[in-house]
């Protein structure tokens, strides 16, 4: 299991990609790490990581697609990577673009690693890394990358109980944090630049965890395309964001938030990120959400939205002119899954939180993701979602 050290979370604030020179922040995820003690941890790690961003094809059709697999953790998903013949267990993010090891054991260089005389310091919402720069093979998925960059963490914060990160979010996000270079390119960058996959595209299958279970190894990632096993329908796609202060992310613009016949809100914008727990929407359609599911609040214990009496319609996000929506079963805590977090019964408890009220104030995250496939499609600089199986 892994979780993420709770009290660093609380003392920052938003998810798992660094705070950059130049305005732009990258995002921590809510990881599963061993030492985990609330839920209104999880809940402050994903507001942290709003605050340090303000701070700043199917499978089978062509031979270079490739799919692995990723535990979810309850509060996070992990991908087992191997570097330099080492498997690491590394949070699946797109919200940062760096890949790094070292939060727990020692992430040296190997015998096919190659220093490269460069430091590295990543700052997240919840947490933070320095170290070295080194580039090693990298293999995830059935795909190697022969020089990977790759931060060797000497001191980490706000990451126990899990290995470090997979960076997988645009690779703008690593300016200026490696000392000796600009940027960096990215796992999916090198997989593209080499010819290992033809499209740089990332298809992601979250699912649920199953009942009070808290470590399902039932996602995939896919490498240069999508899985159609994976998804039923169509994917529709989106532009990514090319202005605001979600553009320098996987940003994509939104026509509105509703909670059943409420309009909660009627444009937006925010940024679609697997490293970060809730579903976390403007402070003024919260708050609409609260009153218009039934008179609920922020609980001061959990952090998480709470009501008296059971919310019965449907929340959604509206993209373009397709509405993707979560039934109170998909936005609402998993009773079985209350003894977890603390939560007290008869209660009832959501997935959706404050953004707050300025900058980027919405995340689609893990909560979102682990109902539609998602795709991150780098080459045509687009957003895409299906409902997923």
């Given at each position: 299991m892994y979780f993420v050290s709770l009290l660093a979370i609380a003392a920052a604030a938003v998810s798992a990609s660094p705070i950059e020179r130049d305005a732009k922040t990258t995002v921590l995820s809510l990881k599963h790490v061993s030492n985990f003690k609330s839920i209104k941890n999880v809940v402050a790690k994903g507001q942290a990581r709003i605050k340090a961003i303000n701070g700043e094809s199917s499978i089978g059709a062509t031979p270079d697609v490739s799919s692995g697999s990723a535990t979810n953790e309850d509060v996070t998903y992990v991908a087992p990577v191997t570097i330099g013949g080492k498997t690491w267990q590394l949070i699946v993010d797109t919200g940062s673009s760096n890949t790094?090891?070292?939060a727990q054991t020692s992430c040296e260089k190997t015998s096919t690693g190659k220093a490269t005389g460069g430091t590295v310091s990543v700052s997240y919402g919840s947490g933070s890394f320095s170290g070295k720069e080194?580039?090693?093979?990298?293999?995830?998925?059935?795909?190697?990358?022969?020089s990977q960059s790759i931060g060797a963490a000497t001191t980490a914060t706000g990451f126990d109980g899990v290995d470090?990160?997979?960076?997988?979010g645009p690779v703008d996000l690593t300016e200026d944090t490696v000392s000796n270079a600009n940027t960096v390119p990215t796992f999916l960058d090198n997989l593209y630049s080499q010819g290992s996959i033809s499209t740089?595209?990332?298809?992601v299958s979250f699912r649920p965890e199953s009942g009070s279970d808290d470590d399902d190894t039932n996602g995939e990632l896919t490498l240069g395309g999508t899985d159609s096993s994976k998804y039923s329908g169509s994917i529709t796609y989106f532009p990514k964001a090319t202005s605001g202060d979600a553009s320098a992310y996987w940003g994509?613009?939104?026509?509105?938030?509703t909670y059943g016949t409420t309009t909660?809100?009627?444009?937006g914008s925010g940024i679609v990120d697997t490293g970060t727990t809730l579903i976390y929407i403007p402070t003024a359609a919260y708050n609409k959400f609260l009153s218009a599911a039934g008179g609920g609040k922020t609980d001061s214990s959990s952090g998480l939205a709470v009501f008296t009496k059971k919310p019965t319609s449907n929340f959604a996000i509206k993209f373009g002119?397709?509405?993707?929506?979560l039934t109170p079963a998909q936005y609402l805590v998993p009773t079985a899954q209350y003894s977890f977090y603390g939560l007290s019964s008869g209660k009832y408890y959501a997935w959706i939180n404050d953004g707050g009220s300025s900058g980027v104030n919405t995340i689609i995250g893990q909560k979102f993701l682990e109902n539609y496939y998602a795709v991150f499609d780098t080459t045509n600089s687009r957003i895409g979602f299906a409902t997923g199986v």
């Open positions: 790094w090891c070292g080194y580039t090693d093979k990298v293999s995830f998925g059935g795909l190697t990358v022969t470090g990160i997979l960076g997988l740089e595209v990332l298809g994509i613009n939104i026509a509105s938030f909660l809100a009627s444009s002119s397709t509405t993707y929506t």
